[in-house]
C-alpha cells in the first residue's frame, strides 16, 4: 500500500500562483510515476501533470507554460507549480502515484483549488 498526502490548495485571484505538494509513504518502489490530476463539479476527472521517477513530464495542453511539476526522489514527494491561475484551473486536484511494473495506482484524498476574484 501507498498512502499519499497532499497539501498546498487554496482560494487565490486569477492571475496567481499556488504550489501544491504530495508526499508518498508505504511500499515506494524506485520505478514509479507520480502525477497531478483534477476534477472539476459535474466532469470528469482530467491529467494535469505527470513526471516518472527518472524525470520525463508530461502535461495537459490547458497548462502548458502555466504549470510545473517537479519532483524529489529522497522525500518521495511531487510537486505542482501553478502560475498564472485562471478561473477555469477550479477544481480538486487529486495526486497518483502509479508502479510501473504491475500498473498499480493509489490515489490522494484531493486538495481544493479555487481561483476568483
Known amino acids: 500500500q501507498v498512502q499519499l498526502v497532499e497539501s498546498g490548495g487554496g482560494l487565490v485571484q486569477p492571475g496567481g500562483s499556488l504550489r501544491l505538494s504530495c508526499e508518498a509513504s508505504g511500499s515506494i518502489s524506485s520505478r514509479n510515476t507520480m502525477g497531478w490530476y483534477r476534477q472539476a463539479p459535474g466532469k470528469q476527472r482530467d491529467l494535469v501533470a505527470t513526471i516518472t521517477s527518472v524525470g520525463n513530464t508530461n502535461y495537459a495542453d490547458s497548462v502548458k507554460g502555466r504549470f510545473t511539476i517537479s519532483r524529489d526522489n529522497a522525500k518521495n514527494t511531487v510537486y505542482l507549480q501553478m502560475n498564472s491561475l485562471k478561473p477555469e484551473d477550479t477544481a480538486v486536484y487529486y495526486c497518483?502515484?502509479?508502479?510501473?511494473?504491475?500498473?498499480?495506482?493509489?490515489w490522494g484524498q484531493g486538495t481544493q483549488v479555487t481561483v476568483s476574484s
Open positions: 497518483k502515484y502509479r508502479w510501473i511494473i504491475t500498473g498499480t495506482e493509489w
